[in-house]
């Protein structure tokens, strides 16, 4: 089964690095337990170029900071017909998904992995509450990847949104 983590955000914004704090350490965590068809990807933002790196994978976990008021993180499925949006800047998980079904007709399960974020500065290093946060999150991801077929199964185990 080919996985691909795609952390994205900025470490220079406390909080808004996470989700690649997250893909790092998940990465260190596959690299130790020798786990196989893991590929890891970190950026400031979503590109459309990542239309293409995610089409030849079975399951596509996107991690990111979330201002969103939830308790500490959660799931959300992607399919690409949500949250279609496209700037100069940047583009979201949604339309990353939706050019991978057009250009590609491929439609690996894709995740929105959302870690609740508290501080925004111009500033590296986490605000407690988010180091908490991404300390649940990383355990509940480990697990969930260790038997990561199932999820194409049954969505029973994941903390969906």
């Known amino acids: 089964m080919q996985t691909l983590l795609y952390g994205y955000g900025n470490l220079g914004r406390q909080d808004d690095g996470l989700g690649i704090l997250l893909s ?3 990465e260190v965590w596959v690299s130790e337990q020798g786990l196989l068809g893991f590929e890891f990807e970190n950026n ?24 969103e008021e939830i308790d500490d993180f959660c799931l959300s499925v992607v399919d ?11 583009a979201s998980p949604g339309y990353i998904v ?12 894709v995740l929105l992995l959302h870690i609740k974020g508290y501080e925004w500065d111009f500033q590296e290093g986490l605000s407690e509450r988010a180091r908490e946060n991404l300390d649940q999150a990383l ?4 697990t969930l990847l260790e038997d990561r077929e199932s999820i194409l199964e049954s969505r029973e185990r994941l903390k969906l949104c």
């Open 24 to 26: 790092q350490k998940l």
């Open 44 to 67: 400031y933002q979503l590109n459309i170029e990542d239309a293409a790196a995610i089409a030849s994978k079975d399951l596509v976990i996107f991690a990111d900071a979330s201002v």
């Open 80 to 90: 690409g017909k949500k949250e279609l949006s496209f700037t100069t800047h940047a």
């Open 98 to 109: 939706q050019l991978c079904n057009k250009l590609f007709e491929k439609e690996p399960l």
């Open 139 to 142: 355990e509940y991801m480990k």
